[in-house]
T-cell receptor
Framework: KQEVTQIPAALSVPEGENLVLNCSFTDSAIYNLQWFRQDPGKGLTSLLLIQSSQREQTSGRLNASLDKSSGRSTLYIAASQPGDSATYLCAAKGNNTGTASKLTFGTGTRLQVTL | DADVTQTPRNRITKTGKRIMLECSQTKGHDRMYWYRQDPGLGLRLIYYSFDVKDINKGEISDGYSVSRQAQAKFSLSLESAIPNQTALYFC????????????FGDGTRLSIL
């Protein structure tokens, strides 16, 4: 059974700092890994999706990497801003018989960027 | 995602009541999903559907049922609500194909007293 872990659970950084959020998964048989942002009282906004054949994806100040062999993904946020404050979730889509088509989510990292 | 609409946004009800949560989408996606989110547990899949005639159980389907009335609509029912079904419920959609991302609605906060 796939398990996804995100460390740390919460993080507070001053504005302007570069930061890395970590995501690890136990089953490397995945189609892709997706990073989401969740604001309080809101749904999930998809940030980046990395296919299993890719090493990284970039969108603006965000860069996500994937290392299937070690079961790890990282989300790098450059020059953080107060508007980046939110909970960040990663989710792995399995490609085994028991996990096909299913996203397994981590519990998220709650990020606060202070002035 | 404004293209995935969930109703109601908030609901408070009593134990034993029947409740229906509705999801509609304008993205034209074939696949639709229902998740629940609990503090400390992350999102867990309840049911999913790949087209109008297809219904599949997810990780935690007990106590829930679904109906895919049309490509654009996927409803979740709690036949007899119990307090431990208090949670934040999300609907999601995706295009066919395993490489496609999922797009989420804003959620329904359900409280069962």
């Amino acid at each position: 059974k796939q398990e996804v872990t995100q460390i740390p659970a919460a993080l507070s950084v001053p504005e302007g700092e570069n930061l890395v959020l970590n995501c690890s998964f136990t089953d490397s048989a995945i189609y892709n890994l997706q990073w989401f942002r969740q604001d309080p009282g809101k749904g999930l906004t998809s940030l980046l999706l990395i296919q299993s054949s890719q090493r990284e994806q970039t969108s603006g100040r965000l860069n996500a990497s994937l290392d299937k062999s070690s079961g790890r993904s990282t989300l790098y946020i450059a020059a953080s801003q107060p508007g980046d404050s939110a909970t960040y979730l990663c989710a792995a889509k399995g490609n085994n018989t028991g996990t096909a088509s299913k996203l397994t989510f981590g519990t998220g990292t709650r990020l606060q960027v202070t002035l | 995602d404004a293209d995935v609409t969930q109703t109601p946004r908030n609901r408070i009800t009593k134990t034993g009541k029947r409740i229906m949560l509705e999801c509609s989408q304008t993205k034209g996606h074939d696949r639709m999903y229902w998740y629940r989110q609990d503090p400390g547990l992350g999102l867990r899949l309840i049911y999913y559907s790949f087209d109008v005639k297809d219904i599949n159980k997810g990780e935690i389907s007990d106590g829930y049922s679904v109906s895919r009335q049309a490509q654009a609509k996927f409803s979740l029912s709690l036949e007899s609500a119990i307090p431990n079904q208090t949670a934040l419920y999300f609907c999601a959609t995706s295009d066919a194909g395993e490489v496609q991302p999922q797009h989420f609605g804003d959620g329904t906060r359900l409280s069962i007293l």
